[in-house]
T-cell receptor, first 111, second 115 residues
Framework: GQQVMQIPQYQHVQEGEDFTTYCNSS?????IQWYKQRPGGHPVFLIQ?????EVKKQKRLTFQFGEAKKNSSLHITATQTTDVGTYFC???????????FGTGTSLTVIP | KAGVTQTPRYLIKTRGQQVTLSCSPI?????VSWYQQTPGQGLQFLFE???????NKGNFPGRFSGRQFSNSRSEMNVSTLELGDSALYLC??????????????FGSGTQLSVL
């Protein structure tokens, strides 16, 4: 079953506003990855976090991995219409190789 | 380098039929994973193959099966189709186990409609 919870499920923002999605697991994760799926498209890899407390940036996107390696967040600063899509986290627990995707956060950016 | 190729792109079947979907991974990628995507359930893991061996299996009934060939190409089969099997089936390849940090490269998927 689903082991990775993601919130919120939907988010509507005005262009220029910030956006954050959160990913939570009940178990410690070996690593966490983030993917973006544009409407009608397929998921595309964005980034991978491995270390406890790790923070990575890609232009306006900031990714964080929690100290306990049980949660992660993706923050987008000053959203643009090109940011529209569904953002998924994906992770594997330490004890196995099962790879779970979060439920996803669908981002709508209003021009 | 060619991406992950899935065929067919669209498929319409009726209840009770069976279906076979095909996936050709990126050259050199030995791990192939399959996911079912529906609006209500998101991306659900079906199974993962590496070097022709199924290493992991998700929580799906036995009607869902798969295999991987020596050239890393993979097929998944769904027998006795049900209406609830209507979904986008995504295949993803990676150089190593996703759980160990292998990033997934997805194909465009096969949109299956069961009538």
């Amino acid at each position: 079953g689903q082991q990775v919870m993601q919130i919120p499920q939907y988010q509507h923002v005005q262009e220029g506003e910030d956006f954050t999605t959160y990913c939570n697991s009940s178990t410690t994760l070996s690593n966490i990855q983030w993917y973006k799926q544009r409407p009608g498209g397929h998921p595309v890899f964005l980034i991978q976090l491995v270390k406890s407390g790790e923070v990575k940036k890609q232009k306006r996107l900031t990714f964080q991995f929690g100290e306990a390696k049980k949660n992660s967040s993706l923050h987008i600063t000053a959203t643009q219409t090109t940011d529209v899509g569904t953002y998924f986290c994906a992770a594997s627990p330490n004890t196995g190789n099962q790879f779970y995707f979060g439920t996803g956060t669908s981002l709508t950016v209003i021009p | 380098k060619a991406g992950v190729t899935q065929t067919p792109r669209y498929l319409i079947k009726t209840r009770g039929q069976q279906v076979t979907l095909s996936c050709s991974p990126i050259s050199g990628h030995r791990s192939v994973s399959w996911y079912q995507q529906t609006p209500g359930q998101g991306l659900q893991f079906l199974f993962e193959y590496f070097s022709e061996t199924q290493r992991n299996k998700g929580n799906f009934p036995g009607r869902f099966s798969g295999r991987q060939f020596s050239n890393s190409r993979s097929e998944m089969n769904v027998s006795t189709l049900e209406l609830g099997d209507s979904a986008l089936y995504l295949c993803a390849s990676s150089t190593e186990d996703p759980g160990a940090g292998g990033k997934l490269f997805f194909g465009s998927g096969t949109q299956l409609s069961v009538l």
